[in-house]
């Protein structure tokens, strides 16, 4: 994971493994962002927190693509899913928004057999590697939406159908200017605290400081949240470092990881 990344409520999208900055939606500034919307105003389209690159697909990629995306791709439908029909079993449904190139995507997945996986990318290279590795190891709990998360979190999802999110790593916009752009901002983590179950939780990581802070304040601002820790979280054991996390590691770098859990209904 180490990598960067991110319609219509807007919030920007987002990227998981540390290669190239990716993908996942576009955000509108809300008033705490700094961006300016007046308090009660649509959120307006136009502010993206990814940058849509162009990257080669190798040849295994597209092998995999055209071999497993059949099965283990979905089709955008604005309409809720059925997570019954679309994995062929009921279990508990993590969302994951930006998986980059996949590797801690697939990690997770064969660590918990008895979670269900969806995963939102855009990057068509990023969702031929995922592809390719659940072929190499078997898998049978992941399905890929290539489509902005936003949107699959706001016309696919019900109310209190996840029991887990995943965003580790979006792109921290590093200009001031830019901050804006970042992918977790209220209205984003409202929408993600709807979406949970009681009990459900909502893991970030990031390797940017200042991104690391902003993102304890909004989620600790989310009232329906609570943290698990006393601030920033311990590495939860299923989430893997990558081989650009274990270098920034050993450069001095810092991981941040938080963990918040949706409270209980009233």
Known sequence: ???????????????QNPPPPSSCQDF???????????AGVAHPKGIRSY???????????????EELGPRFVLDYAPRPLDAAAAFGRSAPLILE???????????????????????????????GALLKRIGEL?????RILQHDAVEVLEHMLAPASLDGVHIFF????????????????????????????????????TDWQPYAEQMLEVLGGEPRLVNTADGYAPRPGYRPLTKFENRGLRLGHGVWDLVFTRRPLD
């Open 170 to 205: 979006p792109d921290p916009w590093h200009k001031k200017r830019h901050n804006k752009r970042r992918l977790i901002q209220p209205p984003l983590v409202a929408r993600l605290a709807d979406r949970l179950k009681p009990g459900g939780y909502l893991h970030c990581a």
């Open 138 to 142: 078997g898998l049978t709990n992941i």
């Open 51 to 65: 940058v849509r690159r162009a990257g080669r697909t190798t040849s295994g990629q597209s092998r995999a693509l």
């Open 1 to 15: 994971m180490g990598a960067r990344l991110g319609e219509n409520l807007q919030f920007p999208a987002v990227m």
């Open 97 to 127: 928004i930006g998986f980059g190139m996949g590797e801690a995507t697939a990690h997770i997945a064969q660590l918990r057999p008895q979670d269900d996986f969806l995963c939102c990318e855009v990057h068509e290279p990023g969702v």
């Open 28 to 38: 509108a500034a809300s008033p705490s962002s700094g961006g300016g919307t007046p």
